[in-house]
T-cell receptor
Framework: NAGVTQTPKFQVLKTGQSMTLQCAQD?????MSWYRQDPGMGLRLIHY???????DQGEVPNGYNVSRSTTEDFPLRLLSAAPSQTSVYFC?????????FGSGTRLTVV | AQSVTQLDSHVSVSEGTPVLLRCNYS??????LFWYVQHPNKGLQLLLK??????LVKGINGFEAEFKKSETSFHLTKPSAHMSDAAEYFC????????????FGTGTRLKVLA
């Protein structure tokens, strides 16, 4: 039982490139979310999903897209990477009274 | 609107002495509150949670927290610090009822001195 799996663990992008951060969960949880973590700012919600086919914006959605075609997968897309998107990204799936977080993706945009 | 404030960005304690990490919250209704720990270059691990049951909540690794409604606080404590407790700790309040959004504090980095 892997919980929440994120890939890749590390990525370097050039400004303007696109990429998709993958997130998969094997716990059959309906609610999933993406956060970014920046020094001194805690974690901020980018997008979330309450089930397959349903997504919504969080606190800092600009520059990111998501989709939820299955319960298991919740990918995060950067359409045109910017240096301001350099961060550590966490995917999470909600269980009863708490979240399970993935191990994170450290993204650097140069 | 809900919010959470962690009062100290850095805390240093000596090994074997008590730990106190402070968290105040703001919520228009009875909140769910959590403490998470993040060790260097790792993901987040749930330490404990308060969900309107007992006000004193016991978590993993000897940590506990007390929900005080009158003070809108949810401070994290441990009687005796261990070197392995060195990490960043996040206080979290659940978002608007039904949305399950988490609102994170900015974190407290705990340093344990030998």
């Amino acid at each position: 039982n892997a919980g929440v799996t994120q890939t890749p663990k590390f990525q370097v992008l050039k400004t303007g490139q696109s990429m998709t951060l993958q997130c998969a969960q094997d716990m059959n949880h309906e609610y999933m979310s993406w956060y970014r973590q920046d020094p001194g700012m805690g974690l901020r919600l980018i997008h979330y999903s309450v089930g397959a086919g349903i997504t919504d914006q969080g606190e800092v959605p600009n520059g990111y897209n998501v989709s939820r075609s299955t319960t298991e997968d919740f990918p995060l897309r950067l359409l045109s990477a910017a240096p301001s998107q350099t961060s550590v990204y966490f995917c999470a799936a909600r269980q009863l009274y708490g979240y399970t977080f993935g191990s994170g993706t450290r993204l650097t945009v140069v | 609107a809900q919010s959470v404030t962690q009062l100290d960005s850095h805390v240093s304690v000596s090994e074997g002495t008590p730990v106190l990490l402070r968290c105040n919250y703001s919520s228009s209704y009875s909140p769910s509150l959590f403490w998470y720990v993040q060790h260097p270059n790792k993901g987040l691990q749930l330490l404990l949670k308060y969900t309107s049951a007992a006000t004193l909540v016991k978590g993993i690794n000897g940590f506990e927290a007390e929900f005080k409604k009158s003070e809108t606080s949810f401070h994290l404590t441990k009687p005796s610090a261990h070197m392995s407790d060195a990490a960043e700790y996040f206080c979290v309040v659940s978002g608007t009822s039904g949305t399950y959004k988490y609102i994170f504090g900015t974190g407290t980095r705990l340093k344990v001195l030998a």
